[in-house]
């Protein structure tokens, strides 16, 4: 199992001097999800694939939204980098809030809390890209708080994509939303909707990473799951 490295306080994973620190993922992409155009474009359905062809040339862009929240939490959104066994291709492979930006530029986490990724220059080693969201914030938060929790994929250079919307959430502190893959040369989204009931902790383990030292989501896991295994996603309900 690799050794999840998080980048020292005062630099990033690449050596830069720190950017300004991301919003608050409650201020930050509290926008509810956002209407899509019918046609060829529009809602995905789990386990739906589809290709991401020219209008996705510059890029994707990718952003959490929801309608309205129960409690205070906060939501992140989580890029775990892959092989094509889906476990970490190698060093900083968890694009998170603590390491927001790949050293190539080729993937990054903006301050908005949106992430964008340069599909074309990405290197070969990663193979799999798992577009993840976790809460925290307060015992026994959950991603269900957020109705009609989303995730939205538009074309980097702009326009409107995709977007997918899990249902039946219920424990679950974390899930899977999709899934970037390459295949046959090209790049495809996939819709996955997996849960973890142990949060960043359980999605680490899953992509054999440790979960990040010093994470007090990690802690709290740790103390209240020490018989038991999160670590194996579910399928949410109802998919």
Sequence with gaps: MQSLELPDAGRSADGQPPRAPAASAQNAVCEGPRPLPAGRRGALVPGQKVPLGPAFEEGISLRLGWDGMDGTMNLELLLFLLGQDRKAAGQHCLMSRANPRRADGTISLEPDG????????????????????????????????????????????????????????????????????????????????????????????????????GSSETKRMMEETRDEDHSQPHRIRNL
């Design 114 to 213: 949106s992430a964008v990724l340069r599909l074309r220059e990405i290197p070969q080693e990663v193979q799999r890209i798992a577009v993840a969201v976790s809460a925290s914030g307060g015992n026994g938060a959950r991603c269900s708080a957020a109705r009609s929790l989303c995730l939205g994929a538009d074309p980097a250079g702009g326009g409107e994509g995709y977007r997918f919307e899990p249902p039946g959430l219920r424990e679950e502190s974390a899930v899977v939303l999709a899934e970037i893959y390459r295949r046959s040369g090209e790049w495809r989204l996939g819709a996955v909707g997996a849960g973890f009931s142990g949060g960043i902790a359980a999605l680490c383990r899953s992509y054999g990473l440790d979960p990040p030292a």
